[in-house]
């Protein structure tokens, strides 16, 4: 608002005795001219910080070598005027000529807030301008009053009441009741806000996030040995979750009408099995002992990007995770089909079940044997510490076949997920206490108390209130549609209802649903040859920004190493010169 009025008339300086800077422009009015003076931004005028007491004399005359103003331009936020009308109030109790600019006026349409600014000018009793100084929209009416102060135009008294100005909270509620009475309606979060909620409040990129803030905090030589030496696997871990949600999406509405849910079908199959995959080399990746972390300063990371993840040990513990995440859906499938009645999709289910889990415990007894070798600090912790959980795993292991064989479903479902949960703490019991063998562990890696403290005490709560929230949605998705009835006692039919299970089972190759052949034309834009080769085309575009964001990260990673090397040789010369 100041450039848009004053342009290259100004200059800048400091107020006499303080270091506060101010700016003092000209604005041309006819034939005179107004000296204006850019003060501090301030939430009140009490004189606590320097900007505040800087604000305060000048409008009450008290700084030195400036004579009290004429009138007051009151700049305030018209996207946050609960928040920022509080300082009408000790401006317009000084008695001077008061015009209050609502700024950003052209945000605040936008984002679809509202206010009567004429209603707000009698609230007040001081004229009200809507502005957007950044557009120039609206700026007339400073002009014009400006032009009437010069010409002697008296102060205005407020019509309002005003409240207790050392009363904070007789001033926001006079403030709030201004605003309501002239209609004021607050506008949406800004666009980049809504955006980043979309991506923060995410169902998996939030809880991604948070897991990567809170390694970063609690854990930065974790975070900084993962993310350097590990970055290729992650990257496409991370490519598989969002094609498979997409796939997801696409297959279960969106395909279905134009017919390529199919094709979806299929990203959605690829998706599943190669991010567990991708899980399951970077957890062998870290017990093998093939990162080396040097905690510096400065922090050295030496790993081969790509031989770290890709060893025979790390490729059998993907192929484990993929075997005992395909145990998992096939047992709790297994269960939903059989509430659901559909017997056909619950025998199906369970001999899946049953030959995954038998591919798991080969797959396991592999990487056990490659672990001899490859993560020894892991297999003496298997045989040793861990034992106990590793024997139960594999009891509870034959346990869950046997009751899968013996139609106990329910009973299977709480019996795998028993079994998981072993094979998780006898693998954390193995490698306890590294994080990343042989170098990090958790003494030497974690953050100070004084950082740990309070982010335990923040995760906690934020569980207490996510968790339950999270079980009800569950719930609630568990719980499916209710059945359609045309009569009182009307059974469902066919389609009226549908379960997890039998809308997993729909994935299995199927013909496409037949469309007239306009409908077909017009569904997609591209036609028949972009449905076909949609998906496949999704993917290779995933496929090269990984390889692309890999080959840009690799070389920052090297360049800023490099840098850090040779700072930290320039800080020892200087030190070893010192000492001579």
């Known amino acids: 608002m100041f450039n848009r009025l004053t342009g290259l008339r100004q200059k800048v300086a400091n107020f006499p005795g303080v270091t506060v800077e101010h700016r003092m422009g000209r604005v041309k009015l006819d034939q005179r ?72 006026a052209d945000d605040l349409a936008g984002r679809g807030g509202e206010i009567d600014s004429a209603e707000l000018a009698m609230q007040l009793g001081a004229p009200v301008a809507l502005v957007s100084a950044a557009k120039g929209q609206g700026v007339e009416k400073v002009f014009q009053f400006l032009a009437g102060t010069t010409q002697g135009a008296a102060a205005q008294k407020p019509l309002m009441e005003l409240p207790v100005i050392q009363d904070i909270p007789k001033c926001r509620a006079w403030a709030a009741n201004a605003g309501s009475k002239a209609g004021y309606h607050a506008p949406a979060p800004p666009l980049w806000t809504r955006r980043l909620d979309r991506i923060f409040l995410h169902p ?27 970055f290729i696997p992650i990257t496409l871990a991370v490519i598989g979750i969002v094609l498979r949600g997409a796939a997801f999406s696409f297959r279960s509405n969106y395909g279905l009408e134009i017919g390529s849910g199919v094709r979806w079908g299929h990203v959605f199959n690829i998706a599943s099995v190669i991010t567990p995959f991708l899980f399951g080399t970077i957890a062998g990746a870290l017990a093998s002992g093939n990162i080396r972390v040097s905690a510096g300063p400065p922090l050295q990371v030496q790993a081969n990007p790509w031989t770290t993840w890709t060893t025979p ?49 080969v797959l396991g007894a592999l990487a056990a044997v490659l672990a001899i070798s490859e993560a020894p600090t892991l297999w003496h912790g298997l045989v040793g510490k861990a034992l106990p959980f590793s024997i139960a795993a594999v009891v509870i292991g034959l346990a869950t076949a046997a009751a899968l064989t013996r139609n106990l479903n329910s009973l299977a479902r709480i019996l795998v ?53 999270l079980w009800y949605l569950f719930s609630v998705v568990k719980r499916g549609p209710a059945p359609a009835k045309s009569g009182r006692d009307a059974a469902p039919g066919p389609g009226t209802s549908a379960t997890v299970a039998t809308f997993v089972a729909s994935f299995q190759p199927v013909a496409a649903p037949t469309l007239p052949a306009d ?62």
């Open 417 to 469: 997920a028993a079994e998981t949960v072993c094979i998780l703490l006898a693998w954390g019991v193995a490698q306890w206490p590294y994080l990343i063998v042989p170098d990090v562990t958790i003494d030497n890696a974690a953050s100070p108390a004084s950082v740990l403290g309070p982010m335990l005490i923040v995760s906690v709560l934020g569980l207490v209130i996510l968790l339950p929230s």
């Open 519 to 580: 409908r077909a034309e017009a569904s997609l834009p591209g036609g028949p040859l972009l449905k076909r080769v949609g998906p496949v085309l999704a993917f290779l575009l995933a496929v090269g920004v990984a390889v692309g964001v890999t080959a840009v990260s690799d070389g920052m990673h090297h360049q800023v190493e490099r840098g850090k090397a040779q700072l930290h040789a320039r800080r020892q010369f200087r030190r070893q010169a010192r000492a001579h």
């Open 33 to 104: 001219e107004v000296f204006v003076v850019d003060l501090p931004g301030v939430y009140s005028l009490s004189p606590r910080s320097e900007d505040e007491r800087v604000t305060h004399d000048v409008l009450t005359g008290k700084m030195k070598e400036l004579p009290k103003p004429d009138a007051v331009l009151l700049i305030l936020d018209s996207t946050n005027l609960s928040r920022h009308l509080v300082l009408a109030a000790p401006v317009l109790s000084l008695g001077l000529p008061t015009l209050v600019i609502l700024n950003m």
């Open 313 to 361: 040990f790390a490729l059998a513990c993907g192929l484990f995770a993929v075997a005992l995440c395909s145990v998992l859906a096939a047992t709790y499938l297994t269960v939903d089909a059989q509430k659901a009645g559909d017997l056909d999709v619950t025998t199906g289910f369970r001999q899946r079940a049953l030959i995954a889990g038998a591919v798991t415990a």
């Open 204 to 230: 998996f990129f939030g809880p991604l996030i948070f897991v990567l803030v809170v390694t970063w905090t609690a854990f930065p030589i974790v975070y900084a040995g993962v993310s350097a030496a590990l």
